[in-house]
């Protein structure tokens, strides 16, 4: 059936159009009430308080002290967020995870705990090089369960169903752990042309006592991966 102006839209008077249509028809008084806001939240901030604006929310005080700026010239602001610096720089709450990157890794199979279960050591380094990167528990929390969904059916089933193996757990190191891990193993004749980061590790030996020895926190998944009967078909 063709579609013309006495069809009515299935989209007429839901919601979310009549907020765009609010949005649109007072979009002057709408940016102001958002930079009003945005003001009264980062008053506080080191950016905003280099400006004096002592207070002022209106838009005519904010476009006369606060000039245009480029990437440059917040940059040194910017290196203290992603340093880890967490008092309010460029806005009231702290940024955390600020652009990190995953060195590397290795795990070990921890059999202390009933069940057992997986630890995987990873170290994480902001852009700019810090001396311990900012984590957030609730965002590696997440990372642990996003790594038990991707493993194979077995794996999931044997947790999940089985319950046969415990929550996976992520372990943070300091940075500079796997350079450690390289010099300790060309210190033991290693090559250091061949050499390659061990993905598992044994908890018997001096690598492992090297990696917990280095641990800044540690997190589990928060939840079972998902599992279906069918896969095991």
């Known amino acids: 059936m063709a579609l013309n102006s006495t069809t009515p839209?299935?989209?007429?008077?839901?919601p979310s159009l009549q907020w765009i249509d609010e949005m649109t028809r007072n979009a002057k008084t709408e940016q102001q009430n958002a930079l009003a806001q945005i003001l009264a939240q980062n008053a506080d901030t080191k950016y905003l308080k280099g400006f004096n604006l002592?207070?002022?929310m209106d838009k005519e005080t904010f476009r006369s002290?606060?000039?245009?700026?480029t990437y440059d010239d917040i940059q040194p602001l910017i290196r203290r967020v992603a340093d880890g610096d967490t008092s309010p720089i460029?806005?009231?709450?702290?940024?955390?995870?600020?652009?990190v990157r995953l060195v590397d890794y290795t795990s070990f199979v921890d059999m202390t705990t009933n069940p057992d279960h997986y630890v995987i050591y990873w170290e994480l380094q902001a852009k700019y090089k810090s001396a311990n990167?900012?984590?957030?528990?609730?965002?590696?929390?997440q990372c642990c369960l996003l790594m038990e969904e991707s493993f194979n059916c077995l794996y999931r089933s044997l947790r999940a169903s089985d319950k046969m193996i415990g929550p996976l757990e992520i372990r943070v190191v300091k940075n500079g752990t796997f350079e450690k891990l390289y010099d300790y193993a060309i210190s033991q004749g290693a090559s250091i042309s061949q050499y390659k980061v061990p993905r598992s590790v044994n908890s018997r030996t001096p690598m492992f006592d090297l990696l917990e020895s280095r641990v800044v926190s540690?997190?589990?998944s928060p939840s079972l991966p998902h599992f279906s009967a069918d896969e095991r078909l």
């Open 9 to 14: 839209s299935p989209l007429a008077g839901s």
């Open 54 to 56: 002592n207070g002022a």
């Open 65 to 69: 002290k606060v000039p245009l700026v």
């Open 90 to 99: 460029l806005c009231a709450d702290p940024i955390s995870l600020f652009i």
């Open 133 to 141: 990167s900012p984590s957030d528990d609730g965002v590696l929390e």
């Open 218 to 220: 540690k997190h589990f």
